[in-house]
Structure formats: C-alpha cells, structure tokens
C-alpha cells in the first residue's frame, strides 16, 4: 500500500491544481529553485503552496496514523520529513515569499469548498 503513495501529482494536489486552474490561477510546479520543491508556485504573486499527504508529513487526524510494526523507522522518516517541512518554510520565507500549507484530508470532496475559500484568500491577501 505505502508503495503505491507517491511523493508528485497525488491526488489531493491534483484536486487543489484542477481547482485554482479552474479558477484562473496559473503557477508552476515543482519549483526546483525554491527550498522543498513546493507543489504549486505562483511567482507574480512569490506565493507557494505545498499539499501534504497526512501520512508522510504527520499529520494529526486519522490519516496520519503511525504504523506500529517498525515503530522507530516510522517515527525517525515522518518527524525527518515534518523537520524538514519546518526547515523549508523558514528558507522560502526568508527568501521573502509567503508560504501556505494544507493537508490532503482537507482536500476531499466534503471539504473542498472551505479549502477553495482558504486557499484564494491566500492568494488574495
Ligand atoms: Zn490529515
């Protein structure tokens, strides 16, 4: 199962891409100049966007369980990625853009709408 979540074009970044399209936004992806590679990069805007799959970035809902076999394996490679989500943050913001992040679970069908709000309020401000 964990093999089969890949780290690009996931389906909740997907959703938030066909999304802020739809809307009118375009941006670049996967912006290899800027810390963390962020998923969606507006450069008029120096707004980034990273979607977070819940799992792998420790989230705090059901979806970011942690596995209990290979308990320290799991502990190390998800508080690495979430440190290393922290670091990335600082880097770009220090760099002078605006960082947004949102959860894959915040980008299922039910809670779409209030993503949409959050995130064109973002891009707005
Ligand atoms: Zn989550």
């Known amino acids: 199962m964990m093999s089969r979540i890949r780290a690009k074009d996931t389906k909740p970044e997907m959703a938030v891409r066909r999304m802020l399209h739809a809307l009118g936004y375009r941006y670049v992806l996967h912006d290899k100049r800027l810390p963390g590679k962020p998923d969606l990069v507006f ?7 990273f979607v977070h799959g819940c799992f792998w970035h420790g ?10 076999s290979n308990a320290a394996f799991w502990a190390a ?4 990625n979430r440190a290393r989500d922290r670091r990335n943050v600082r880097a ?3 760099m002078g ?6 959860w894959e679970c915040a980008a299922q069908p039910r809670k779409i709408d209030a993503l ?6 973002f891009l707005e401000s």
């Open 43 to 49: 450069p008029s805007r120096r707004k980034v966007v």
């Open 59 to 68: 989230h705090s809902c059901g979806r970011g369980f942690r596995p209990s």
């Open 77 to 80: 490679k998800i508080d690495g």
């Open 92 to 94: 770009i913001r220090a």
């Open 97 to 102: 853009w605006r960082v947004l992040s949102v």
């Open 116 to 121: 949409q709000r959050r995130l064109v309020a």
